[in-house]
């Protein structure tokens, strides 16, 4: 599995960019694919993430802003990212979550979001 993130940069507080994550490989709607960020000289936090069979699952500082999605036959999964404020500055990397008998996490590059105030 390999992931590739794009769709970062440098964004104004109330901007609305998308994030995107292509992945190829053996990727199952199934299994769980998320966005985490990691804010400068901070952790890797869950944002959102999103399987079949379920509703997304939000971190609470994003809820009722960001939208995640995904598209099974291209194997990518999307941020929605609206209303930006500055705290949501970092790097955000995609993770999909190995399962069905894989127990392994595969992460993309990450892409920055710099959102200036």
């Known amino acids: 599995v390999q992931l590739q993130a794009s769709g970062g940069g440098l964004v104004q507080t109330g901007g609305s960019p998308r994030l995107s994550c292509a992945g190829s490989?053996?990727?199952?709607?199934?299994?769980?694919m998320g966005w985490y960020r990691q804010a400068p000289e901070g952790q890797r936090d869950l944002v959102a993430d999103?399987?079949?069979?379920?509703?997304?699952n939000y971190a609470d500082s994003v809820k009722d802003r960001f939208a995640i999605s995904r598209d099974d036959a291209k194997k990518t999964v999307y941020l929605q990212m609206n209303s930006l404020k500055p705290e949501d500055t970092g790097v955000y990397y995609c993770?999909?979550?190995?399962?069905?008998?894989?127990?392994?996490?595969?992460w993309g590059q990450g892409t920055l979001v710099t959102v200036s105030s």
């Open positions: 993770k999909y979550s190995g399962c069905l008998g894989i127990r392994e996490d595969y």
């Open positions: 490989g053996s990727i199952f709607s199934s299994c769980v």
């Open positions: 999103i399987s079949s069979g379920r509703s997304p």
